[in-house]
């Protein structure tokens, strides 16, 4: 989001005026990632804060956002964005795999990306919850979009044969409730379990929700 100021234009240092944009706004994200992830966290951070932990001006920070509400919005957008592209990739790599080989492939894609850093839970999980009605909303959109790869997920299937042919919107935004509670609580070290249990039982409750009744696992 464009901040109040106008940066400046033309080259310098050999590098254009959208190269520099674009680095400083990586510097500004990179160290809200280690604050607002971390200590002291979103609530606790100040633009001066920020501005420093980036190594540039306040100037310089309202030439790309207006708040820190924009940083953490922003934030919050390229961490799912992270997830998203490893779970893409692990789908695409998948190709043909029977469906229990599948889910499973794209679930420890996806649990792996998320608790990679734990400063990328918080940040999903943590601190964008309550904020601003702007980011409830946000947060809520980045959510429908978990839904909707997984009723993708399960139409394909059903397409196959190897799953029930159904609506499966409430399935699938139960099931991404589950996955984001489970995977908070194993990042907080509450969950007495590997990263590949947990992986496991996600895979397991998913079959158990696209399985047609009867139907043995395959």
């Given amino acids: 989001m464009a901040g109040r100021l106008r940066a400046p234009t033309g080259r310098y240092g050999g590098k254009s005026a959208a190269q520099r944009q674009a680095e400083r706004r990586r510097r500004f994200l990179d160290a809200a990632l280690q604050l607002f992830g971390d200590t002291p966290g979103y609530r606790a951070t100040t633009v001066a804060a920020l501005s420093e932990a980036a190594g540039l001006s306040t100037r310089q920070f309202y030439e790309e956002f207006r708040t820190l509400e924009d940083v953490l919005a922003a934030l919050h957008l390229q961490v799912n964005d992270w997830a998203e592209q490893a779970v893409l990739a692990a789908a695409a790599d998948a190709g043909d795999l029977p469906l229990a080989e599948r889910a499973a492939a794209i679930f420890r894609a996806y649990a792996a990306d998320v608790t990679c850093d734990p400063r990328r839970v918080r940040i999903t999980f943590v601190e964008i919850i309550g904020v ?44 991404i409730g589950g996955v984001n509670g489970l995977l908070h609580d194993y990042s907080a070290g509450w969950v007495d379990a590997t990263l590949d249990e947990v992986v496991d039982e996600l895979v397991r409750q998913l079959l158990a929700v696209l399985r047609p009744p009867g139907r043995e696992a395959g």
Avoid: K, M, N
């Fill in 132 to 175: 601003s009605p702007r980011l409830e909303e946000q947060r809520l959109a980045r959510r429908a979009r978990w839904v909707d790869l997984i009723r993708a997920e399960a139409e394909a299937a059903a397409e196959r044969g190897e799953a029930a042919r159904r609506d499966y919107r409430l399935a699938a935004t139960a099931f």
